[in-house]
């Protein structure tokens, strides 16, 4: 391929999956010029574990396509190397992902403070994540409107979420998987300055009771997903609502849940409902006579999983 000529070579770049682009620009030298000069790299994503590669990416491909780069994903790999990363200062830098980050420290955390550009934010099991860095956070990123902190840390309490996400007014979208200390207060506060919020999963958050989720459903009125599975506290009170906007809601193993299905799924408090999950609700039980009621009402537009 080296020997073509350089509109061929482009061509055939031009098909290959960006995934493999990457792996090529950072393994030939010869296609890696071809690559960065012909490429507007806007997004890159790595989980490579060679070292070889490693330093490729942060001394050769990275001093050049900082400057453009808008969404990087980095892998468990990476961590060691994030400091070295952040040196070029990706100033553009609109979304970040990190996953499996258990080597990340306060230094490498830090870091992320300075990219104020920041719209998405995923952590995934990164456990050395503290109130006093979200804290932190919540001083320098203001315009994130995507959040997703999943399986990270048992430490976190209200104080730290309720910082971050009410510094960020215009947030959309809510991932809190995992954390066994958030009360319903963290999200009565959330409701009252996120109101544009779209979606929140908050599964797994075994303390959080109703009221929390109620403000959420009352005081968000474009939420459209919603997912409370295995929220333990959870009561019937939760559906003391008129109307909500929702499509799909998850409410797998809540098992205090006791009313039956019948009684508040209807078209006028769900009139957009389209994807309900009650499996593991013992005690929510669908009946013959609430399946009956619920098919009359909404036809084939809602799918059920019990």
Known sequence: MNYLPLDIQLHILSFLPKPSLIRLMLTSEKMRKVCLDNFLWKEISLHYKE???????????????NSNVEKVYFGSFFMGDLNMIFHYHLMNLKSLILCNAA???RPELEQICFLKKLITLVLIDCPNI?????????????HLEVIKIITCSSHVTDKGIIALCTSNSNLKELALRG?????STCFERISSTCQGLRKLSCEGCFKAEWEGFLSILINCPDLEELDLSYCLEIDDRLFHFERCNLRILSLRGCGKLSIPLGDVICPTRF???SYLN??????MHLSESSLKIIIELFGNKLCIVS
């Open 179 to 183: 954390f066994q200390r958030l009360t």
């Open 278 to 283: 009650v499996s593991e609700c013992p005690l």
């Open 271 to 273: 009139p957009l409902l």
């Open 130 to 142: 503290t109130d006093r860095f979200l804290e932190l956070m919540s001083k320098n990123l203001k």
């Open 51 to 65: 070292d070889d590669i490693v330093k490729v990416f942060i001394n050769e491909v990275l001093p050049v396509v």
């Open 103 to 105: 080597s990340m420290g």
